[in-house]
């Protein structure tokens, strides 16, 4: 089994800045992509920013510029989240695409999700 933990969430106001981060544990072989994503209240939930095991990343467009996602090492990732807006409000849960044995292919892990939310 593969477990996700994020922590860091919290209230703030807009214009404040969060660090959320999020360590992956259990039986781990190698974890390919890493990212974060959120869910609205009544939204779907959307992909926010990805880092692959390489350091390549990808924002929503929504965030560029104000999000910083980092590969603290393998197991771990962090999202730095800058000049903050009420529309940032959401649980944001980890994902991780995961190696348990090199036999078997990739599985999407997720954690509980940690509630940001940005009063305005």
């Known amino acids: 089994q593969v477990q996700l933990v994020e922590s860091g969430g919290g209230l703030v106001q807009a214009g404040q800045s969060l660090r959320l981060s999020c360590v992956a544990s259990?039986?781990?072989?190698?974890?390919?992509?890493m990212g974060w994503y959120r869910q609205a209240p009544g939204k779907q939930r959307e992909l926010v920013a990805a880092?692959?095991?390489?350091?390549?990343t990808m924002y929503a467009d929504s965030v560029k510029g104000r999000f910083t996602i980092a590969r603290d090492n393998q197991n771990t990732v962090s999202l730095q989240m800058n000049s903050l807006k009420p529309e940032d409000t959401a649980v944001y849960h980890c994902?991780?695409?995961?190696?348990?044995?090199?036999?078997?292919?990739?599985?999407?892990?997720w954690g509980q999700g940690t509630q940001v939310t940005v009063s305005s």
């Open positions: 880092i692959t095991s390489g350091g390549s």
């Open positions: 994902n991780a695409e995961t190696i348990v044995a090199i036999t078997l292919p990739p599985k999407s892990y």
């Open positions: 259990g039986n781990i072989f190698s974890i390919n992509a």
